[in-house]
């Protein structure tokens, strides 16, 4: 039982590229989410879902696109990458019934350069 | 939507101590309050959550409580030991699950 795995764990990016973040569980969680944590600050929700084929905004959408084809794996791609994109992404799942939630896990984070 | 407000940003006590951190929330229809600890350069971890329904929430050095009516909620942690120190984070859930996270408080517990 891995919990959620995130990979890359370090990332540096010139502006412009592209990439995609991955995010899988394996506790059969429902609802999963993309955060990002800019230095010293707190999390910002960027993308989430409630299952698969199910995806919606968050806080801070732009730039950054989801998908959501398994329950397993929730990927978040960033088109044209900007030094703004420089953070900590920290993708999270969580079982909720929609009316109780439950605490999130969390992956260990993609700590993102873009130059 | 949601806005979570936290205090102070920083606190620093004697080990041994008692640490307090607040929280305001604005969404009257947020059911669910965590509250994560996060050591410099891990992932937020889960240490105690409280549900609508509830006042107050106990476990070991740790307690929670909430005041609907206020819209504010607190973690204590008592009998502080130095590896208390991190950055502690209350969150708000309502709809969806989604969390909305405070900024964040620096616990620093000093010898």
């Known amino acids: 039982n891995a919990g959620v795995t995130q990979t890359p764990k370090f990332r540096i990016l010139k502006i412009g590229q592209s990439m995609t973040l991955q995010c899988a569980q394996d506790?059969?969680?429902?609802?999963m989410y993309w955060y990002r944590q800019d230095p010293g600050m707190g999390l910002k929700l960027i993308y989430y879902?409630?299952?698969?084929?199910?995806?919606d905004k968050g806080e801070v959408p732009n730039g950054y696109n989801v998908s959501r084809s398994t329950t397993e794996d929730f990927p978040l791609r960033l088109e044209l990458a900007a030094p703004s994109q420089t953070s900590v992404y920290f993708c999270?799942?969580?079982?909720?019934?929609?009316?109780?939630?439950?605490?999130?896990?969390f992956g260990s984070g993609t700590r993102l350069t873009v130059v | 939507g949601e806005n979570v407000e936290q205090h102070p940003s920083t606190l620093s006590v004697q080990e041994g101590d008692s640490a307090v951190i607040k929280c305001t929330y604005s969404?009257?229809?947020?059911?669910?309050f965590p509250w994560y600890k996060q050591e410099l350069g891990k992932r937020p971890q889960l240490i105690i959550d409280?549900?609508?329904?509830?006042g107050e929430k106990k476990d070991q050095r740790i307690a929670v409580t909430l005041n609907k009516t206020a819209k504010h909620f607190s973690l204590h942690i008592t009998e502080t030991q130095p590896e208390d120190s991190a950055v502690y984070f209350c969150a708000a859930a309502g709809t969806a699950s989604k969390l909305t996270f405070g900024t964040g408080t620096r616990l620093q517990v000093t010898l």
């Open positions: 969404d009257s229809a947020s059911n669910y």
């Open positions: 999270a799942s969580s079982y909720s019934t929609g009316t109780t939630n439950y605490g999130y896990t």
């Open positions: 506790m059969n969680h429902n609802y």
């Open positions: 409280i549900r609508s329904n509830v």
């Open positions: 879902s409630v299952g698969a084929g199910i995806t």
